[in-house]
């Protein structure tokens, strides 16, 4: 009796689906369309290249079972990989199943230079044409090596972990391999010293460096332009993915879904994951437990404030590097009035050089206590949501934690509004991470608190004088 494809699939597909997880299932398999059955080759239609690879090297064990107990020992599969709008023009690629006993697979995954007519199946984010892997920039900024990270107390873990990493990146304790500390202290040089490491080491191994709002916004186009399985298939080709200031996925569940994939097959495959973030998992809020659990796998490392010897020594670096000679009084001197960071202390030479190119003066103690007391004076405090919070609810004599708590209560909901607000007016957090780290609410909730705050100024005196008050503080 003979069978007809679509059936013979659905009846492979049911068994496949109690072998592997609902996750694979869905991403490698529901795609799949069965196109033909003649004799006992069924052909099926698989979106890219790279899909019928992973297939092959994941699943062919499974395949295999399944399709002979459909069409018996002579069973074989073809492929045909969509790589354009029109597909007639596309030949299948054979994989032969062996009719022996013997388990071992006759032909390994064809190797097949695929066609590249027509629209490549996977779209690279990058904009780089193609699914070659050595087309795909890293995008690392080769001057943030290993010897220009200046190592010290503050830093030598996540150093000497980074390095590691480097050379022999999936295959550490590692992986991830998750580097926070406070903004200006050297996470997003590290972390491109290791993937620059890796490219030295291994120049075959895709290295790829995205900033998480960068990665945000690809998916938002991938999922408006229906290439969500592309943009998931790209960033699973990647033997090394750094990514930058992973916090900012705060209250995005849909992105961190789909990072979650990512993540997930990454790890599975053996490939290195670097992240960074401005606090360690514990403290991430807005964060999915699964995702959080998963960055504790591997090793968290702090960067800490340089001390006064590290910041001498930053600063004897950068002066090398540039050509520049500054007597070591007045690099101490610097080094032990600019404190808080790294991007600070560089600044501050930057701003010393200015000064004394366009007036024609030698650097000097005297001018670096110029041109400090006139740095110090000008710049604003860095602002965080959590120190934002903080200088509310002391004006209103309440605790931080009250802002986290459900109540209806007219002061703390006034206090959480005036937090949104303030959080939305002086930090550069988007709107989810804001509603995440203040009552653990959504965008929307952040806008209408902005909204309500703006109409209370204008009709409210003694409202407008909370607000008033609250700002002075938060910008002394």
Same mark, same amino acid.
């Given at each position: 009796?003979?069978?007809?494809?679509?059936?013979?699939?659905?009846?492979?597909?049911?068994?496949?689906?109690?072998?592997?997880?609902?996750?694979?299932?869905?991403?490698?398999?529901?795609?799949?369309?069965?196109?033909?059955?003649?004799? %006992?080759?069924?052909?099926?239609?698989?979106?890219?290249?790279?899909?019928?690879?992973?297939?092959?090297?994941?699943?062919?064990?499974?395949?295999?079972?399944?399709?002979?107990?459909?069409?018996?020992?002579?069973?074989?599969?073809?492929?045909?990989?969509?790589?354009?709008?029109?597909?007639?023009?596309?030949?299948?690629?054979?994989?032969?199943?062996? @009719? @022996?006993?013997?388990?071992?697979?006759?032909?390994?995954?064809?190797?097949?230079?695929?066609?590249?007519?027509?629209?490549?199946?996977?779209?690279?984010?990058?904009?780089?044409?193609?699914? %070659?892997?050595?087309?795909?920039?890293?995008?690392?900024?080769?001057?943030?090596?290993?010897?220009?990270?200046?190592?010290?107390?503050?830093?030598?873990?996540?150093?000497?972990?980074?390095?590691?990493?480097?050379?022999?990146?999936?295959?550490?304790?590692?992986?991830?391999?998750?580097?926070?500390?406070?903004?200006?202290?050297?996470?997003?040089?590290?972390?491109?010293?290791?993937?620059?490491?890796?490219?030295?080491?291994?120049?075959?191994?895709?290295?790829?460096?995205?900033?998480?709002?960068?990665?945000?916004? %690809?998916?938002?186009?991938?999922? !408006?332009?229906?290439?969500?399985?592309?943009?998931?298939?790209?960033?699973?080709?990647?033997?090394?993915?750094?990514?930058?200031?992973?916090?900012?996925?705060?209250?995005?569940?849909? @992105? %961190?879904?789909?990072?979650?994939?990512?993540?997930?097959?990454?790890?599975?495959?053996?490939?290195?994951?670097?992240? @960074?973030?401005?606090?360690?998992?514990?403290?991430?809020?807005?964060?999915?437990?699964?995702?959080?659990?998963?960055?504790?796998?591997?090793?968290?490392?702090?960067?800490?404030?340089?001390?006064?010897?590290?910041?001498?020594?930053?600063?004897?670096?950068?002066?090398?590097?540039?050509?520049?000679?500054?007597?070591?009084?007045?690099?101490?001197?610097?080094?032990?009035?600019?404190?808080?960071?790294?991007?600070?202390?560089?600044?501050?030479?930057?701003?010393?050089?200015?000064?004394?190119?366009?007036? !024609?003066?030698?650097?000097?103690?005297?001018?670096?206590?110029?041109?400090?007391?006139?740095?110090?004076?000008?710049?604003?405090?860095?602002?965080?949501?959590?120190?934002?919070?903080?200088?509310?609810?002391?004006?209103?004599?309440?605790?931080?934690?009250?802002?986290?708590?459900?109540?209806?209560?007219?002061?703390?909901?006034?206090? !959480?509004?005036?937090?949104?607000?303030?959080?939305?007016?002086?930090?550069?957090?988007?709107?989810?991470?804001?509603?995440?780290?203040?009552?653990?609410?959504?965008?929307?909730?952040?806008?209408?608190?902005?909204?309500?705050?703006?109409?209370?100024?204008?009709?409210?005196?003694?409202?407008?004088?909370?607000?008033?008050?609250?700002?002075?503080?938060?910008?002394?």
């Amino acid at each position: 009796m003979s069978k007809d494809h679509s059936a013979v699939w659905e009846n492979c597909l049911s068994i496949i689906k109690d072998n592997v997880p609902s996750i694979s299932f869905k991403t490698w398999f529901e795609p799949v369309v069965p196109v033909n059955l003649e004799d %006992q080759v069924l052909t099926i239609q698989v979106p890219s290249p790279f899909f019928y690879e992973y297939l092959e090297e994941q699943y062919i064990d499974l395949l295999r079972k399944t399709l002979r107990k459909e069409l018996g020992s002579g069973a074989k599969l073809e492929y045909v990989v969509v790589m354009g709008n029109n597909h007639s023009n596309n030949q299948p690629y054979t994989v032969k199943y062996p @009719t @022996t006993n013997n388990s071992k697979i006759e032909n390994k995954p064809l190797n097949i230079p695929f066609k590249t007519e027509g629209k490549p199946s996977i779209k690279n984010p990058f904009i780089i044409p193609g699914i %070659q892997k050595l087309q795909i920039d890293p995008q690392l900024k080769l001057d943030n090596t290993f010897d220009n990270f200046v190592e010290g107390e503050c830093n030598r873990l996540a150093r000497s972990a980074g390095f590691a990493v480097s050379q022999n990146p999936g295959g550490t304790a590692f992986n991830p391999l998750m580097i926070y500390g406070n903004s200006g202290l050297g996470k997003t040089h590290l972390a491109h010293a290791i993937g620059i490491e890796v490219k030295e080491r291994f120049p075959d191994k895709v290295v790829l460096y995205v900033n998480a709002n960068k990665f945000q916004t %690809q998916f938002t186009e991938a999922t !408006r332009n229906n290439n969500r399985n592309d943009f998931l298939n790209f960033y699973q080709m990647v033997d090394v993915l750094i990514l930058d200031d992973v916090h900012e996925f705060a209250g995005k569940e849909k @992105t %961190q879904e789909t990072f979650f994939h990512i993540f997930n097959h990454l790890h599975q495959s053996a490939k290195q994951l670097i992240l @960074t973030s401005d606090k360690p998992p514990i403290e991430l809020k807005g964060m999915e437990q699964r995702l959080l659990s998963r960055f504790k796998w591997g090793l968290t490392a702090d960067l800490q404030i340089p001390d006064f010897e590290t910041r001498k020594e930053i600063l004897k670096r950068k002066t090398y590097k540039d050509g520049i000679v500054i007597s070591d009084e007045v690099l101490e001197y610097i080094a032990s009035h600019i404190t808080n960071n790294v991007r600070e202390l560089e600044g501050a030479l930057v701003s010393l050089l200015a000064q004394s190119t366009l007036n !024609r003066k030698e650097i000097t103690i005297e001018l670096a206590s110029d041109m400090i007391n006139k740095l110090v004076k000008n710049s604003k405090r860095e602002l965080s949501i959590d120190y934002i919070s903080k200088v509310v609810c002391d004006y209103f004599n309440m605790t931080v934690d009250s802002l986290q708590t459900k109540t209806r209560k007219r002061e703390v909901v006034q206090a !959480r509004q005036l937090a949104m607000y303030f959080s939305k007016n002086l930090t550069k957090s988007s709107l989810a991470s804001i509603g995440s780290q203040i009552g653990n609410k959504d965008h929307a909730t952040v806008l209408h608190a902005c909204k309500t705050v703006n109409n209370l100024k204008e009709t409210d005196k003694n409202f407008r004088l909370f607000v008033d008050e609250i700002e002075k503080k938060l910008k002394m």
